[in-house]
């Protein structure tokens, strides 16, 4: 099968985490959600690509919510074997001053449309190990510094060493985020100059060609999201890999920092919105960012409905998703609240059977569902309960949450079981639900099952954001902080709404969320009655304008012909 795969060059696609299938949970959010849609993408674009990423095989973690909202974990264990293929060949990197061996799993992700992408997954449980070696890919984002920063040498140089032994010719290395990006180190030992070749006080190492070969997204302006290991960790870990000198010019001369570090071995650095590459020269002067906005895989996250009602109307929409500019005029009304109504009662039926709480299908549903930490502020809507149930006793809605907050985030923790103490203190007036262990089912299920979508994270914190986009491939208007891609996705009233405007105060974005549920939002709803044309109109108008641009095969073509081939 791997035979399949190596008779073309390819563009290798570094990730920590990655998306595969509801049943194998190798990611933990955004990030290799993002990273899933990435490699779909490909598939049906027929592009050569590889992915390469850690097996993971106790995943993130499963999500237990008690009744007050505490969240605990537990290991979320899969088996390999039951998904992939094991790979024969088999290398090692340096780790504390004995070789650690990597293997691999192949999974290829077969596309709806019949592509075929190989990822690999990396894995060190093998007999040749430790006991503690074995167990640096079973945790995702888990352990001490030292964990992570062995993870990041399994996948930066394990993936370099493993795709030349089983005989890949890569014409392109995309270092999706920092976690990977040793990779650049072990290219800077391929790449050496002949002593004939350089002056004594050059460097030894051809930079410009490891530049030439790889290419960088950044995905965040949040500093705790940059990865940073001290240099005495690293030399007690790691080793000399390269050059002390040299890597200290490339990574800082205080601590190795991994977004430097790649920003330094990239020769096209991208930014996942506009604002974000904004916000991300900002953050590190004197680099180019381009800006090149996510996007969402249109078959993954369009609800059954919705994708019958475009196979019928706009055949060849998954292929063309720019096709979807012409859903305003060409699906009818009455199919589009069809749709949609099929799959609201697909979530109100997930929510009782979930959670028990029984919600109404004419009554509008507010979805929120990501991540739970404080720049996302899920708490911002329940800023003022008392606001809030005067807005519903007035026009009533229900709101549906959803989201994991990580092991070691413990304000994360306590945003949940505030989020439930909310649920409880509206309970008779406002219906609140919160769905526990938010994974890719559940979030289709919110997209498309909700009326509006909402996003109030704290600016500019927001680097792009896709579920937006998501709910938008179902016809799901969004209404949001102007950060990240809804600065350019949002058309007032015609796409969605914006909370407040981008230059307004952070404390009174409260406020300007109310107004605009209590003076726009719900009496838009609301104002037509038995004829909900009006509502339809800006749910076409999500379609047309948002899906039709913001997808992942937009996103790869983009980044085929800017950074993969120059």
């Known amino acids: 099968m791997l035979d399949d795969f190596i008779h073309e060059p390819r563009v290798a696609y570094f990730s920590m985490e990655i998306a595969l299938r509801n049943e194998i949970p190798t990611y933990a959010g955004g990030l290799g959600v993002l990273a899933g849609d990435t490699v779909r993408s490909a598939a049906d674009l027929e592009l050569p690509l590889v992915a390469v990423s850690l097996v993971s095989r ?17 290991p979320s264990l899969w088996e390999p074997r ?22 691999a799993w192949l999974y290829v992700l077969e596309g709806h449309m019949g592509g075929r992408q190989p990822v690999l997954l990396l894995d060190t449980d093998l007999d040749e190990n430790r006991r503690e070696d074995r167990q640096i890919t079973h945790y995702l984002y888990g352990g001490d510094d030292t964990y992570r920063l062995k993870q990041e040498i399994v996948l930066g140089l394990g993936g370099v060493r493993l795709l030349h032994a089983l005989g890949f010719e890569v014409r392109h290395y995309h270092i999706n985020e920092g976690h990977s990006a040793l990779l650049g180190l072990e290219l800077l030992r391929r790449y050496i100059y002949s ?55 490339l990574a800082g001369a205080e601590d190795l920092n991994m977004t430097r570090l790649a920003l330094n071995l990239s020769e096209y650095v991208i930014g ?22 996510n996007g969402v895989h ?16 706009l055949p060849g929409w998954c292929h063309e998703p720019e096709l979807l500019a012409r859903a305003d005029c060409c699906i009818p009304d009455a199919a589009i609240w069809d749709a949609h109504g099929q799959a609201k009662l697909a979530l109100i039926e997930r929510v009782r059977a979930r959670t028990g709480v029984v919600l109404h299908p004419k009554v509008p549903i507010l979805g929120f569902a990501r991540r739970m930490t404080a720049y996302k502020r899920p708490d911002l809507l329940f800023s003022d309960l008392e606001r809030l149930k005067a807005i519903a006793g007035s026009r009533s809605f229900q709101i549906v949450l959803a989201g994991k907050a990580h092991p070691r985030d413990e304000g994360g923790k306590r945003l949940i ?61 969004s209404l949001s902080m102007l950060d990240g891609w809804w600065i350019e996705g949002c058309i007032e009233g015609v796409t969605g709404w914006a909370i407040g405007d981008a230059a307004g105060a952070a404390d009174g974005e409260a406020h300007a ?39 992942s095969h937009r996103m790869m073509r983009r980044y085929t012909t800017e950074a993969y081939i120059r």
């Open 58 to 74: 106790a995943g993130y973690f499963r999500q237990e919510i008690d009744a007050q909202g505490r969240q605990t974990e537990q």
């Open 417 to 477: 079981e505030q989020l439930h103490a909310y649920a409880r203190a509206l309970a008779g007036v406002v219906p609140v639900a919160y769905l526990p262990d938010y994974d890719l089912e559940t979030a289709l299920a919110l997209v498309s099952g909700a009326d509006l979508w909402l996003n109030t994270p704290l600016r500019p914190f927001e680097a792009s954001g896709t579920s937006g986009m998501k709910a938008a491939f179902n016809g799901v208007p």
């Open 298 to 313: 249109p078959f993954t996250w369009t609800s059954e409905p919705f994708r019958k009602l475009y196979d019928h109307y």
């Open 272 to 293: 996942v919105a506009k604002r974000h590459a904004e916000v991300s020269k900002a953050m590190f002067p004197g680099y180019r960012v381009h800006a090149v906005t």
């Open 195 to 249: 002593p004939e070749d350089r002056r004594p006080e050059e460097s030894p190492y051809d930079i410009p060609r490891v530049r030439e070969l790889c290419s960088f997204t950044t995905h965040t302006p949040v500093e705790a999201g940059h990865d940073r290991f001290s240099y005495e960790l690293v030399q007690r870990v790691l080793g000399n890999a390269v050059d002390p000198t040299t890597l200290k010019h």
């Open 513 to 551: 969320l109310y107004d605009k549920l209590e003076q726009v939002v719900l009496p838009f709803y609301y104002g037509y009655g038995d004829d909900p044309g009006g509502w339809i109109k800006v749910m076409k108008g999500a379609i047309s304008k948002n899906a039709s641009f913001f997808n």
């Open 82 to 103: 039951e998904w992939a293929r094991p790979l024969d060949a088999k290398i090692a990197v340096p780790i504390e001053g004995r070789a650690v061996w990597i293997g």
